[in-house]
């Protein structure tokens, strides 16, 4: 059972354009955190939002965590092609561990 | 700064053998786990350690045994591996609190 539901899980837009990744859970989390992989790589830690309400921003890059803790999302404004990835979220439950979401593939068209 | 090392980077294995996924970090983390990662599923975590001596299991357990002896280490073990164990397998560590998350390069691993 995958307890945090990512979507879209394929993503292929042009250059300019903006975007919004969702990742959703019926679960409540103790903080929730954004990674992207690159092939070959582990992942690397984008960012971590704990407060419900609580929005975060990195460049481009806006990280919002849901009110109630169990919904978070990603929007990119003017992607380029450098913000090609995998997107992960993860979320931090009540006993400590951290599970991942199924991804998001984003491809970003010059 | 070597931070999280796992060995061997990439193996092959035969039905029924088993092996030892290493991992190792410099940090003083205490917190260590083990994810699987397969096309289309993200990262499954495997086990999962709070400090020496002391390991759960996470999702996707059933194959795998884990013990931590010491803080660096926490290594992975395949007892008799099978054709669906074949998947690249990350080591991440991280300290108390809502610290990050560190992940290692992972290791390739095809069971054949």
């Known amino acids: 059972t995958q307890l945090l539901e990512q979507s879209p899980q394929f993503l292929s837009i042009q250059e300019g354009e903006n975007l919004t990744v969702y990742c959703n859970s019926s679960s409540v989390f103790s903080s929730l955190q954004w990674y992207r992989q690159e092939p070959g790589e582990g992942p690397v830690l984008l960012v971590t939002?704990?407060?419900?309400?609580e929005v975060k921003k990195l460049k481009r890059l806006t990280f919002q965590f849901g009110d109630a803790r169990k919904d978070s999302s990603l929007h990119i404004t003017a992607a380029q092609p450098g913000d090609t990835g995998l997107y992960l979220c993860?979320?931090?439950?009540?006993?400590?561990?951290?599970?991942f979401g199924k991804g998001t593939r984003l491809h970003i068209l010059p | 700064n070597a931070g999280v090392t796992q060995t061997p980077k990439f193996q092959v294995l035969k039905t029924g053998q088993s092996m030892t996924l290493q991992c190792a970090q410099d940090m003083n983390h205490e917190y260590m786990s083990w994810y699987r990662q397969d096309p289309g599923m993200g990262l499954r975590l495997i086990h999962y350690?709070?400090?020496?001596?002391?390991?759960d299991q996470g999702e996707v357990p059933n194959g795998y045994n884990v013990s931590r002896s010491t803080t660096e280490d926490f290594p992975l073990r395949l007892l008799s591996a099978a054709p669906s164990q074949t998947s690249v397998y990350f080591c991440?560590?991280?300290?108390?609190?809502?610290?990050?998350?560190?992940f290692g390069d992972g290791t390739r691993l095809s069971i054949l």
């Open positions: 993860a979320g931090e439950r009540g006993d400590d561990k951290i599970i």
């Open positions: 991440a560590t991280r300290g108390y609190g809502n610290q990050p998350q560190h």
């Open positions: 350690s709070v400090g020496a001596g002391i390991t």
């Open positions: 939002v704990v407060t419900g309400g």
